[in-house]
């Protein structure tokens, strides 16, 4: 909805948002129309409405902005650069985006089923396991299916972009609506993250349905939450908004949960505990998978789940919970849980002879590092366990104990690499979660070289080993940022991720002729011709030094009768 300056002046008036309007002199009472609504400044162009906002702000993109051609700015205080322009001076910037971009975009929000997931772990999995599900019942009643935004990627019916952060911003969000819209979607999945709901990213949407998945210590630093109680606090402002909640009963802190749910008009609980409403049980893996049964108020049902990993059970039987409540048949849920898969998240592969395995995964906190190992020892019983993982800098502070303490508790080969270390040193991070692994008695390598680390990782095996290559996922990005000294950090600079991706010239097309097929398929392939490399290679050396070989065993057997 295009509107005019004067006319989001009105709005931000009305949501009283709206401190003061500054017109340049002369040019009091015009008013001029506005054609886009962006806090990028090079994508701004005649009639913009720029938006100032961030903390690395510069006032040399107002300026930009201006000389190519914005009407007028929105910003917490006054800029000279902007001088020629209206300014729009809020107090509340963050509010005032998404007061804007809802009103911009037309209010898309309001023709969408919305469902949003929260918790420390497993927001992606069951995002896309619902997804699936929606898909499948909404394209059998001639629906176009449901738009997706999680921490991989973000899919609106007409682009289909990498996500650049697990909510995106207030605008983006809105743009993604939109474009759902007008593509015919009735339906939105999406993650809320701790600091979306914290800080009004998703502004005062309205949730059809909200998951909580579960709860632990994390995203504490100076830069995310102070301390356990905001994070908490900050995640259960889900049920603020929402109309159905669906909690998992198998979650710590429950009661506090169960009383922030209960202001929602209906609470659908799941879990394993008697009381749960969609209550799992008889949990058994199999080669690759696991079998389960789910038994709900009016159903009864055996699922297999494809995948490795007791926890994505969990994650299942969240997706089940909140698909019932949205009156899916079952059906149907069972069908769709048989073909999903979720990129970057336990993905398996096992070389020529099945003698290593190597799992790819998103697990980046204490509490899914725990479930990983839980999940090795389940299905890999007895087996040797390699680890390659990292750290981020300038955030979430305690993964660096936690994943130390669990690594050098539980891995028999640790290898110690670069994470998003931002503009932290990545060495000083490794070291520091060297020194927690250390206090477990066990030993640690650091490797600059992600990518060679995971090679020498597999090289490195011996048979019945598994090697897990754990914080990235399906990342193919370094976020890297200049030291204060100017210069990088002593790592391999990488690709970064396009950190704005609202502009038209920016967005990529969606092939609808086998789009999720096509791009599955070639991620496959590529990640099997790497793997087949290193796991060809593991096979030579292993045949070229039986010593060596035989020193990997020893080491093991040591580092058992230690534990």
Request: proline share 4%; aromatic share 8%.
């Amino acid at each position: 909805m295009k509107q005019s300056v004067l006319e989001y002046k009105k709005l931000l008036e009305q949501e009283g948002l709206l401190v003061e309007f500054a017109e340049p002199e002369g040019k009091e009472g015009e008013d001029r129309p506005v054609t886009l609504v962006t806090y990028f400044s090079g994508g701004a162009d005649q009639g913009t409405l720029f938006l100032c906002k961030g903390a690395a702000f510069k006032e040399a993109y107002l300026k930009d902005a201006v000389n190519r051609g914005a009407v007028a700015y929105v910003s917490e205080k006054k800029y000279e650069a902007g001088k020629e322009i209206p300014a729009l001076i809020v107090n509340d910037a963050r509010k005032a985006q998404f007061v804007l971009g809802e009103a911009f975009y037309d209010y898309p929000a309001k023709s969408l089923h919305v469902t949003a997931l929260t918790g420390t772990k497993g927001k992606t999995t069951t995002a896309y396991y619902l997804q699936s599900m929606l898909d499948a019942c909404l394209k059998k009643q001639g629906g176009n299916g449901c738009a997706l935004l999680s921490s991989i990627e973000y899919y609106d019916g007409k682009t289909r972009e990498a996500s650049t952060l697990t909510t995106p911003e207030s605008l983006e969000l809105c743009r993604h609506m939109r474009n759902a819209v007008d593509a015919g979607l009735s339906h939105m999945v999406m993650e809320a993250s701790s600091q979306a709901l914290k800080y009004e990213r998703v502004g005062n949407t309205h949730f059809d349905t909200a998951i909580f998945l579960n709860i632990s210590e994390d995203h504490i630093s100076p830069t995310e939450h102070k301390d356990f109680d905001d994070y908490f606090q900050s995640k259960l402002k889900i049920f603020d908004r929402c109309t159905c909640a669906c909690v998992n009963l198998d979650s710590d802190h429950i009661g506090e949960i169960l009383k922030a749910a209960a202001k929602c008009e209906r609470v659908v609980t799941f879990g394993s505990k008697e009381n749960a409403v969609i209550r799992v049980s008889d949990i058994r893996p199999g080669r690759g998978k696991f079998y389960f049964h789910v038994a709900g108020p009016d159903f009864s049902e055996d699922f297999t789940l494809p995948v490795h990993g007791a926890f994505n059970v969990e994650n299942a039987v969240a997706a089940i919970a909140a698909a019932w409540s949205m009156g899916i048949p079952v059906s149907l849920i069972k069908e769709s849980l048989l073909c999903v898969t979720v990129p970057g998240r336990m993905e398996t592969y096992e070389s020529s002879a099945g003698e290593v395995t190597a799992i790819v995964d998103f697990a980046h906190n204490g509490l899914s590092f725990e479930k990983m190992f839980d999940t090795v020892a389940l299905e890999y019983p007895g087996s040797r366990v390699s680890v390659v993982f990292g750290t981020p800098g300038g955030k979430a502070f305690n993964r660096r104990k936690d994943m130390g303490e669990i690594s050098g508790k539980r891995a028999d080969r640790i290898f110690l690499v670069p994470d998003d270390p931002g503009n932290e040193d990545p060495q000083a991070i490794c070291e520091e979660i060297g020194g927690y692994i250390a206090k477990e008695g066990a030993s640690f390598q650091i490797r600059m070289d992600r990518g060679a680390a995971i090679r020498e990782a597999i090289l490195g095996a011996v048979p019945g080993e598994v090697v897990l290559i754990l914080g990235k996922g399906a990342d193919v990005t370094m976020h890297v940022e200049m030291c204060r000294t100017g210069q990088m950090p002593s790592m391999q600079k990488r690709r970064l991720p396009n950190m704005e991706m609202h502009l038209p010239k920016r967005q990529r097309p969606v092939k609808q002729k086998n789009r999720s097929k096509n791009r599955k398929n070639r991620a496959k392939k590529t990640r099997n011709r790497k793997i087949r490399v290193f796991f060809c290679v593991w096979r030579q050396q292993k045949r070229k030094s039986d010593r060596k070989f035989g020193g990997y065993i020893l080491q093991n057997v040591e580092k058992k009768d230690r534990n």
